[in-house]
T-cell receptor, first 117, second 118 residues
Framework: AQSVAQPEDQVNVAEGNPLTVKCTYS??????LFWYVQYPNRGLQFLLK??????LVKGSYGFEAEFNKSQTSFHLKKPSALVSDSALYFC???????????????FGKGTHLIIQP | NAGVTQTPKFQVLKTGQSMTLQCAQD?????MSWYRQDPGMGLRLIHY???????DQGEVPNGYNVSRSTTEDFPLRLLSAAPSQTSVYFC?????????????????FGQGTRLTVV
């Protein structure tokens, strides 16, 4: 069964410093990988995805993620954090072309990112 | 604005009551799903649908029913609410996998329904 792990419940970063939010996955084959962000009392918003190709994926709001197949990781990064980046971040995985089975995203537990002024 | 609309935004139920959480999307998406979000557990799939008239169970289906009579609507029914169903519920929709691979974003999410069962 596929699973996603976000090992940190919370990450604290000073404004202007680089940030990393970690994600590892356990699934056979070549999954699709996603990052979503959730602001308070809001739904999830898409940040970026990896399907195939370049291991470094660029997304919204200056975020990027690095896919590492050997380590089965998909860490979210940003070179310079903003206070407005403070939110709950979810990593998710889905098999490609999954139509007959459980057609849904498997989410990690989420990581609270707190950017301190 | 195009998107996924959930109603109500907030609801308090007594144990044993029933209710329906509404979800509608106007993007002509084939796939729709219901998730529940609980602290420290991420989002878990309750039920999903790959098209009108077709539904299936996800990871945590017990206590919930769904139907998909139209492409646009995917209501979630709680038949007899229990305190364990206190959660935030999200509806999501997406295009078919082949198109999503090219240009999609995995899923579009509604803003959620915060349900409390007392």
């Amino acid at each position: 069964a596929q699973s996603v792990a976000q090992p940190e419940d919370q990450v604290n970063v000073a404004e202007g410093n680089p940030l990393t939010v970690k994600c590892t996955y356990s699934v056979s084959g070549n999954p699709y990988l996603f990052w979503y962000v959730q602001y308070p009392n809001r739904g999830l918003q898409f940040l970026l995805k990896y399907i195939t190709g370049d291991n470094l994926v660029k997304g919204s709001y200056g975020f990027e993620a690095e896919f590492n197949k050997s380590q089965t990781s998909f860490h979210l990064k940003k070179p310079s954090a903003l206070v407005s980046d403070s939110a709950l971040y979810f990593c998710a995985v889905r098999f490609p072309y999954s139509g007959g089975g459980a057609d849904g995203l498997t989410f990690g537990k989420g990581t609270h990112l707190i950017i301190q002024p | 604005n195009a998107g996924v609309t959930q109603t109500p935004k907030f609801q308090v139920l007594k144990t044993g009551q029933s209710m329906t959480l509404q979800c509608a999307q106007d993007m002509n998406h084939e796939y729709m799903s219901w998730y529940r979000q609980d602290p420290g557990m991420g989002l878990r799939l309750i039920h999903y649908s790959v098209g009108a008239g077709i539904t299936d169970q996800g990871e945590v289906p017990n206590g919930y029913n769904v139907s998909r009579s139209t492409t646009e609507d995917f209501p979630l029914r709680l038949l007899s609410a229990a305190p364990s169903q206190t959660s935030v519920y999200f509806c999501a929709s997406r295009i078919q996998a082949r198109l999503d691979r090219l240009s999609g974003r995995g899923a579009f999410f509604g803003q959620g329904t915060r349900l409390t069962v007392v």
